[in-house]
């Protein structure tokens, strides 16, 4: 190997170094070419024209000039053709379809469905092309629409069934708890029953209060707690007791069976003023549906008859009709409405002969009528009328007080005025 590589060396030395000597004396030296003309000179792509060749042989270094300037004038009119075309393509798409519009204003909703096929499906004007493209579009919306409906059709019909399937699951609900709850009644009843029987002081004397009622066929008065007897004093406190922690501490919602035991035997759970207005009220009523007016005979008539209950209906009335009339700012509204309403006068409401009647009272219907309407205020000339009435009746209320048998002596002349007819609706209000 070491003898043949110092033989070949040399010779492949010679070889390479006579290859390259040719290939140099070949090939033009930059030194050897034309210089190039300026820039400025070149002729330009629109002022290009036929190139003439001289006649004369070119050397080497022209003939690479001109194949150069060839190529580059064939390049710009390529690029100015591919220009043209361009150009004409970007103005046929910049050239803008024809508006089309409907008027929404009109309602053509009958005609949704009278479409069926296109007239000129290939050859037609711009503006027909346009309004089939819109058409087209508001199809395929209308198609999702649909779609979309479809869903919620599903969605809904699915919901319908859930909630068909949770009305009867709560009515069945309902039932059971209709039946739980008349079970739990009759249980709690058993309970309340059994609660009242045991032996303790309060069902005590709840026993008693029961025994009293059956012997005298009513509850003791709240002032036996004073005056009455021993039973009689425990039993008006226990129940003046009952009355206060019903009133005042919830009693009837914590123990409702004890509170229906003492509703039972007739007591009632609202104000003594209140109970005792309404009772009496009740019985003016009556007496209005009896004898067809609320006049009610004098005082001295009443007693003669010998009916108590309308003895006590007279004085309820008289002290109502002097309440309203003088201390009229210190009465409810309602409890003024509800006489009103009935058809109670203030000022004839008793029954007497007419004479009575031409005194200069005033119109204290009217003055009660205007307080209600105004939520419980007298005007300043209803206050001015009331006190000047007031004071010319203090004069006589003093003489009464002087001498006791004066105002006896009036009511007798005052009585002695009744008419017949007065004293017939007497003798009827006495039977």
């Not at 070419?33 to 290009?48: E, H, N, V």
């Not at 709560?170 to 009843?189: D, P, Q, T, V, Y």
């Not at 000339?381 to 000047?388: F, G, T, Y």
């Amino acid at each position: 190997w070491g003898l043949g590589r110092a033989i070949y060396y040399p010779i492949d030395y010679y070889f390479i170094t006579y290859s390259i000597k040719n290939m140099s004396s070949s090939v033009p030296q930059p030194n050897s070419l034309p210089p190039l003309p300026p820039i400025g000179d070149l002729p330009m792509p629109d002022s290009l024209g036929p190139v003439a060749l001289d006649a004369s042989t070119p050397t080497e270094g022209e003939s690479l000039v001109d194949d150069s300037s060839k190529r580059g004038v064939k390049r710009r009119r390529s690029n100015e053709n591919l220009s043209n075309i361009e150009g004409d393509q970007e103005s046929a798409d910049c050239s803008e379809p024809p508006v089309v519009t409907i008027d929404e204003s009109e309602d053509h909703s009958n005609l949704a469905h009278a479409f069926k096929q296109r007239l000129f499906p290939k050859d037609c004007s711009d503006t027909l092309s346009t309004a089939y493209s819109q058409r087209d579009a508001t199809v395929q919306e209308r198609k999702q629409l649909r779609k979309n409906k479809r869903v919620v059709l599903s969605d809904l019909k699915a919901l319908r069934e859930q909630f068909y399937a949770k009305k009867k699951e709560l009515l069945e609900m309902n039932s059971s708890l209709k039946a739980n709850s008349k079970k739990l009644g009759g249980w709690n009843r058993k309970v309340f029953d059994l609660e009242l029987q045991e032996s303790c002081p309060w069902n005590d004397k709840l026993q008693k209060l029961r025994d009293y009622v059956g012997e005298n066929g009513k509850l003791p008065e709240l002032n036996k707690r004073k005056r009455g007897s021993g039973e009689e004093k425990m039993l008006a406190t226990f129940i003046a007791s009952a009355k206060n922690k019903v009133n005042n501490h919830n009693f009837a919602n914590k123990y409702p069976h004890r509170a229906m035991a003492l509703e039972e035997l007739g007591l009632n759970w609202k104000n003594e003023n209140e109970a005792k207005f309404e009772m009496m009220f009740q019985k003016l009523l009556d007496y209005k549906k009896e004898h067809g007016t609320f006049r009610i005979p004098s005082l001295k008539l009443c007693q003669e008859s010998g009916c108590k209950e309308l003895v006590k209906l007279h004085h309820w009335v008289f002290t109502h009709v002097a309440a309203f009339r003088y201390q009229l700012p210190t009465k409810k509204v309602e409890i003024a409405k509800r006489f009103l309403d009935v058809g109670f006068s203030f000022e004839r409401w008793y029954a007497t002969n007419t004479h009575v009647f031409e005194r200069d009272l005033p119109k204290f219907d009217d003055i009660i009528r205007r307080y209600v309407q105004n939520g419980g205020k007298m005007t300043d000339e209803d206050v001015r009328v009331v006190k000047a009435h007031q004071a010319l009746s203090s004069p006589k209320k003093k003489k009464r007080k002087q001498s006791k048998g004066k105002g006896k002596e009036d009511e007798e002349k005052l009585e002695q005025s009744l008419t017949t007819a007065d004293a017939d609706v007497l003798n009827g209000a006495a039977v």
